[in-house]
């Protein structure tokens, strides 16, 4: 074939790319005006003449696949950074994922300046055992770097078999210069809800993933800790924090558990039919009891959703760090050649009209990411208290015979405070709405 010959198949074999994408495009968003806009001939036919230039100058012969690929990754690579071409490799490792069980670390991550961004790890996986935190960002995988990786290479590079190990070279915040982080691979089960009861009359539950389940599984374990309670529980701590997001559909039902009605979350696109809204239908898990909601820097997605919707509606007090800012909505779009787009269609906005994205929520109450230690006292030098007095008067209904330790709850809230300061601080704080509220009724 003649070189005129084969420069005008490129350009047709452009021309006709082109018009794919875009009518592609306007059924994918169903959107009437799409198929008599004007096509941009003036753009395609540089597109063609560049696609030309590679395949006759490039150094290396690159086959017409690859090329056409890599020019759909471009196009979503100069969106926003959750925009993505899935090919069929990725859109495969993207519904293992969300199975619920996979050989990998354990970690929502995102790319930041061409480096993996750890979003949160997730509860009771070898991230979260290793020390990785919110924020960090990932520069190295064993001794690949990862500048020029897309999103999916990396993650594809950190799953792998359970029980094989893998060095992680990480960038934190505060900390002088990188340092190596090394995590052996296991299979990852996220079980997304937790729960125990603080103190009798309070509870604490914890989401670290909205997944098709959590809504009921939240409302089941709420429940349990009824039951456990010998009775209503007084008040409830929502944990939030480095919960990554997930289902939309999953933040709502959390949500909806606890308010009675009105706007749950707003979403907004350029299509008629991205633009929804979501309402409470009555009922309230903790019948109208205080609840406070914990986030920080690692709460994203749904779990803004969710502060934002208690917030707005007065029905909690969020705690805690502002949350990370992604409001934004991504869907699938599957492609014939079992490949896919992941594009952001989107945004989320909470019930008064604030937009997360990029802002995220700011909490009632500001809390410090500290920790607590308690100071050794001397053992031998208790202060002396009117009990420890010679002849001193007995109380007139006290059990002298009763074995009664009075430092037991105090020691026991001790070790609260120095093993998870936010949770102390909650629990506190549900105590002071309680008192208050009876107070107010008194």
Known sequence: MSPFARNALIMSLGVVLGVGLVLGQGVLAEREEAAGASLPLDELRS?????????????????DKTLLENAIRGMLSGLDPHSAYLSPDEYREMRIGTTGEFGGLGIEVGMEDGFVKVIAPIDDTPAQRAGLEAGDLIIRLDDTPVKGMTLGDAVRKMRGKRGTDITLTVVREGVDKPFKVVITRDIIKIRSVKSRVLEPGY???RLSHFQESTGADMVKAIEKLHKESDGPLRGLVLDLRNNPGGLLDAA??????????????????????????KHATPDDVMSGAPVVVLVNSGSASASEIVAGALQDHHRAVVMGEQTFGKGSVQTILPLGSEAALKLTTARYYTPSGRTIQAEGIKPDIDLADVKVATAEADKDMKPVKEADLARHLERPDSDTDAEVDPDAERRERLNLASSDYPVYEALNLLKGLNLYSRRAEQ
């Open 47 to 63: 597109m063609s003449e560049v696609f030309a230039k590679i395949k006759n100058d490039y150094v290396e012969e690159v086959d």
């Open 203 to 205: 509870g604490y539950v």
């Open 252 to 277: 709502v039902e959390v949500s909806d558990a606890f308010l009675e009605k009105g706007i749950v979350v707003s979403v907004r696109g350029r299509t008629g039919e991205a633009n929804i809204r």
